[in-house]
């Protein structure tokens, strides 16, 4: 019904930069929050960064000032920018989406996109 496909993840050293994707497809009629989750080895699944369909934002503690959150809404889709990354980025990031379609309101989750801080 809904498709979330999430791109822009790989390898990249302490202190750089990546930019994460994520293009919804299918039966929308509207998006409310879009939003980025990650979870790495061994831990919960977290809320990294969050935008609701007006503009409005909330980050993890932990990615302030260096993450920034961003939609398109004529696309559908949702971005992440990620700067001065740090290893303990390292994890599968996830999109999610709130959106209704003409059964209804559901919340629906990317594949994930493996994210590699590493020297």
């Known amino acids: 019904q809904v498709q979330l496909v999430e791109s822009g993840g790989g390898l990249v050293q302490p202190g750089g930069s990546l930019r994460l994707s994520c293009a919804a497809s299918?039966?929308?009629?509207?998006?409310?929050?879009m939003g980025w989750y990650r979870q790495a080895p061994g831990k919960e699944r977290e809320l990294v960064a969050v935008?609701?369909?007006?503009?409005?934002?909330n980050y993890a503690d932990s990615v302030k000032g260096r993450f920034t959150i961003s939609r398109d809404n004529a696309k559908n889709t949702v971005y992440l920018q990620m700067n001065s990354l740090k290893p303990e980025d390292t994890a599968v990031y996830y999109c999610?989406?709130?959106?209704?379609?003409?059964?209804?309101?559901?919340?629906?989750w990317g594949q994930g996109t493996q994210v590699t801080v590493s020297s």
């Open positions: 299918g039966s929308i009629l509207s998006i409310n929050a």
């Open positions: 935008i609701r369909s007006v503009g409005s934002t």
């Open positions: 999610n989406c709130n959106v209704y379609t003409p059964s209804g309101r559901n919340t629906y």
